[in-house]
């Protein structure tokens, strides 16, 4: 099974998170979206969205969009289960993680900052506003839905809410967004962070991960 991602594509994160923490081996392939690797013909047949990641199993069969992917991921190899069972829990969960897949991110990707620069003459300093102005709306809205009193998200253990959590707080921190408002988003990240699984799938970690200056 192969894996096409980027170091720090935090979609990537994600599912490289859930593949650690359930054990299943995998074989990283880099796309390199700055020098626009993502778009070329080879990748685009297999992921027309040009994005990342794209999970190709082992019979060839291709998967797209990082959430699809954890579905997929977590119907296949159940334990530890990342979605709850239980209907309640399982929306709760994924109003979070959602949260930070459907309204902070597709504002918050490279492709959009890029157009900003190239498109609207957005500055430096406009671009850096920018995202920190809709992950700062989007994390106020999570931090008021998760637990007080959990080491993670909404319990014991880490879930697709925490997967998403820790990934997005990645990138919260390339964009110096201010957290003191944000505890509970703080808490859950460390606990993540202490697990050898999840820190095993951090950008800085990856064998394609690049020194920017």
Same mark, same amino acid.
């Not at 980027?6 to 359930?22: E, F, G, I, P």
């Not at 047949?45 to 990342?52: D, E, I, Q, T, Y």
């Given at each position: ?48 969205? @040009? ?6 199993l082992d019979d060839g ?17 159940? %334990? ?20 930070? @897949? ?40 999570? %931090? ?13 253990t880490p879930d697709l ?49 690049? %020194?920017?200056?």
């Open positions: 099974m192969k894996l096409f991602g980027y170091w720090r594509s935090t979609t990537s994160y994600r599912v490289r998170a859930a593949l650690n923490l359930k054990g299943v081996a995998y074989e990283a392939v880099s796309v390199d979206l700055v020098a626009g690797a993502q778009s070329e013909p080879a990748y685009t047949a297999l992921n027309p969205g @040009a994005g990342v990641p794209t999970l190709v069969t291709v998967l797209t969009q990082s959430m699809a992917i954890l579905d997929y991921i977590d119907a296949t190899w159940p %334990e530890p289960r990342l979605i709850p069972a239980d209907p309640l829990a399982r929306a709760r969960v994924l109003a979070v993680a959602h949260g930070v @897949a459907m309204d902070i991110h597709p504002v918050n990707n490279l492709r959009v900052v890029k157009a900003l620069g190239t498109d609207f003459g957005a500055s430096p300093a406009q671009k850096k506003a920018w995202m920190q102005k809709w992950m700062t709306q989007g994390f106020t809205a999570i %931090e008021a839905q998760i637990a007080d009193d959990t080491p993670f998200a909404f319990g014991d809410a925490d997967l998403c959590i820790v990934s997005q707080m990645y990138n919260a921190h390339r964009w110096e967004v201010p957290l003191a408002a944000f505890p509970k988003l703080t808490r859950v990240t460390a606990n993540c962070l202490a697990l050898p699984a999840i820190a095993a799938a951090h950008p800085d970690t990856q064998p394609d991960a690049k %020194e920017i200056i």
